[in-house]
Nanobody, 124 residues
């Protein structure tokens, strides 16, 4: 069982940066891949980035590649998402999720554990 809690969201101007954190409970956190997803008002939840349990496997959505960076510190049971060069289109609630599936997992339905989300708002 894994419990997740996001933090770090807020209001930022276009071109600015934020760092989101996803803190997890559980002694076997390194066994889980963690993904970040986002959901804007009126839109479906979309995949943003994922990182394997060891941190050696990373994959990004094309829309954020080169601007966002995912990383993890298993000693702190925390995954991070650094958001740079933010655009108004990045405005959404950002969720972290964990899965015990192997490989690069981008499908939300394969993640069994979810946090409550943190709001990111980018003003133009």
């Amino acid at each position: 069982q894994v419990q997740l809690a996001e933090s770090g969201g807020g209001l930022v101007m276009a071109g600015g940066s934020l760092r989101l954190s996803c803190a997890a409970s559980g002694r076997t956190f390194s066994s889980y891949a963690v993904g970040w997803f986002r959901q804007a008002p009126g839109k479906e939840r979309e995949f943003v980035a994922t990182i394997s349990g060891s941190g050696g496997g990373i994959y990004y959505a094309d829309s954020v590649k080169g601007r966002f960076t995912i990383s993890r510190d298993n000693a702190k049971n925390t995954v991070y998402l650094q958001l740079n060069s933010l655009e108004p289109e990045d405005t959404a609630v950002y969720y972290c999720a964990a899965t015990d599936y192997r490989g690069i997992i981008t499908a939300a339905y394969l993640y069994g554990y979810w946090g409550q989300g943190t709001q990111v708002t980018v003003s133009s």
